[in-house]
């Protein structure tokens, strides 16, 4: 009894480092992400369209992607 107690607690653990984990992944990504666009205007103030519109729909993948990894941690537990 004690170690299915155990083992649940462990998983519950293992469940909320994987969204956090996701989450600070996320957030350095979509810093990177804007940091590199932000780099590109500075060098190349004409393409600034064409560089947030990338810009904007790499950081939404970015987002879905770990989105679905806080969820996907939220079931387990």
Known sequence: M???LAAEGLAQLGCG???GIAV???GMGIG???GSAM???ARQPEATSKIQT???LTSAFVEGVAL???VACA???
């Open 24 to 26: 600070i992944g996320a």
């Open 2 to 4: 004690i170690s299915l």
């Open 75 to 77: 079931f387990l537990i």
């Open 39 to 41: 780099d590109a205007i």
């Open 54 to 56: 990338n810009m904007i």
């Open 68 to 70: 679905f990894a806080v």
């Open 32 to 34: 990177k992400i804007g």
């Open 17 to 19: 480092l994987g969204a």
